[in-house]
């Protein structure tokens, strides 16, 4: 199964954005679903956490409230929906697979080593 997100794009503080992550050769529904972002120079920092089987859903403290993920099984992607954005939110955004495909996301679920298959990103860029 490969992972790709999208959505990406500028906009200005206080704007909304959704990302989406799409799977091809194969289904999300069974697996943990994790965004994350890097800004330049920064180190990859965990967004969100989906669970899919037990509805575990983890957000960083700098985005709770904020951001919102959802699951359209139908279509077989994950979205984030981003609301009042700030220019600190500014990165490039990934969604990968908890590794070995589980369906859970940990208690401490922003270890990047935990997540496989992170594809490419998508570039969000919020101007003040």
């Known amino acids: 199964v490969q992972l790709q997100a999208s959505g990406g794009g500028l906009v200005q503080a206080g704007d909304s954005l959704r990302l989406s992550c799409a799977a091809s050769?194969?289904?999300?529904?069974?697996?943990?679903i994790g965004w994350f972002r890097q800004a330049p120079g920064q180190e990859r920092e965990g967004v969100s956490c989906?669970?899919?089987?037990?509805?575990?859903?983890y957000y960083s403290d700098s985005v709770k409230g904020r951001f919102r993920v959802s699951r359209d099984n139908a279509t077989n992607t994950i979205y984030l929906e981003m609301n009042s954005l700030k220019p600190e939110d500014t990165a490039v955004y990934y969604c990968?697979?908890?590794?070995?495909?589980?369906?859970?996301?940990?208690?401490?679920?922003?270890?990047?080593?935990?997540?496989?298959?992170w594809g490419q990103g998508t570039q969000v860029t919020v101007s003040s």
């Open positions: 990968a697979n908890r590794a070995n495909w589980s369906p859970r996301c940990k208690t401490k679920w922003t270890l990047v080593a935990d997540y496989a298959n």
């Open positions: 050769g194969g289904t999300l529904d069974y697996y943990a």
């Open positions: 989906s669970s899919a089987m037990d509805g575990g859903l």
